[in-house]
């Protein structure tokens, strides 16, 4: 409900901003167009996660010109991107619309239809290597909230939509617009850091070998531990040049980099339950100093370890 009722909400504050502003003469810009959205799928109406029924029309009958073409995601994007008729009709109304755009898992049908090949595009952390493994003509870009390549933009997942209909609210008009959209939905305009902060838990492919696979749980059992290659092939039974190239090409990242993950991903746990200071966290979790945890969470995450727990310990309702 959230990838349809976030944009529609952006799209008509949208509006009721634009004709406030337009009503002040000190203010005012050029005059502008505004939004009319309308909701199509195939036969109308239809029900939604949560056993919502919308009212629609009916895509098949849908013609004229549609300036932006916006698919949302759900939970049957598999059957949705396999649905003939539906691909049809996106193509059909993409061939005459100014900009087509993805929310979530709709990236899914963008891509069916062949709406993404040659573009980066993004959707739900969850499924960026299910896309990008189905869809190889896609660049997919796994850690971005949203992205926009030429006339087309997708986003991650559920309120992402959000923030990707801010930034085309933006492009379509300014960023003060957009800006005043955000503040009265109280979100950001441009949230910090990137999907990571959300999908860190453990985003490694499976591991056949027996010898890999011990040294992912150890780590992963004592991140804080002293983990160097010549450690890591040891317990692997391999010789620490032979697991240097392995490594990599197994799990999808070096050695290093994945003990830096592990130790990011502790250190989250931490903050989340804790009230540590930084430094007692950082030797905790393997980190030298909180500046060597700020470093790495930066990397990791795109958020400092300060800004990480401020989000994430509590909603602040207590």
Do not use: K
């Not at 959230?2 to 000190?26: E, S």
């Not at 092939?233 to 032979?242: N, Q, V």
């Not at 392995?246 to 989340?272: I, M, S």
């Not at 060597?292 to 958020?303: D, K, N, P, Y």
Request: aromatic fraction near 6%; hydrophobic fraction near 45%; include cysteine.
């Amino acid at each position: 409900m959230t990838d349809i009722a976030g944009p529609v909400d952006v799209f008509t504050g949208a509006n009721q901003a634009h004709a406030a502003r337009a009503a002040d003469p000190a203010r005012a810009p050029a005059a502008r167009g505004g939004y009319r959205v309308r909701l199509a799928a195939p036969g109308g109406g239809f029900a939604v996660h949560g056993g919502l029924r919308l009212e629609a029309e009916d895509l098949r009958t849908v013609s004229g010109g549609v300036d932006t073409v916006l698919v949302v995601g759900g939970f049957g994007f598999t059957t949705a991107a396999r649905d003939a008729e539906l691909l049809h009709h996106v193509r059909r109304l993409a061939s005459r619309a100014r900009r087509v755009a993805g929310v979530c898992t709709g990236a899914f049908v963008l891509a069916a239809a062949g709406l993404l090949d040659g573009r980066r595009a993004t959707t739900h952390w969850a499924y960026c290597d299910r896309l990008a493994a189905e869809h190889p003509a896609v660049e997919v870009v796994p850690d971005a909230i949203h992205v926009r390549d030429g006339a087309t933009a997708t986003s991650a997942g559920v309120t992402a939509g959000i923030d990707l209909a801010l930034a085309l609210v933006e492009h379509d008009h300014d960023a003060a617009l957009a800006r005043l959209v955000a503040r009265w939905m109280v979100v950001f305009l441009q949230r910090p850091g990137g999907q990571s902060q959300f999908s860190v838990r453990a985003r490694v492919p499976p591991v056949r070998e027996p010898g890999l696979r011990a040294v992912l749980d150890a780590v992963a059992d004592d991140p804080a531990a002293r983990w160097t290659v010549e450690e890591m092939a040891r317990r692997a039974a391999m010789s620490p040049r032979h697991f240097a190239r392995v490594f990599p090409r197994r799990v999808g990242v070096p050695p290093a980099r994945y003990v830096e993950r592990a130790r990011v991903e502790a250190a989250a746990g931490v903050l989340e339950s804790g009230d540590e200071g930084l430094d007692v966290v950082a030797r905790r979790c393997g980190f030298g100093s909180a500046e060597t945890l700020r470093r790495a969470f930066l990397r990791v995450l795109g958020v400092t370890p300060g800004g990480y727990r401020q989000r994430f310990r509590t909603t602040g309702a207590a």
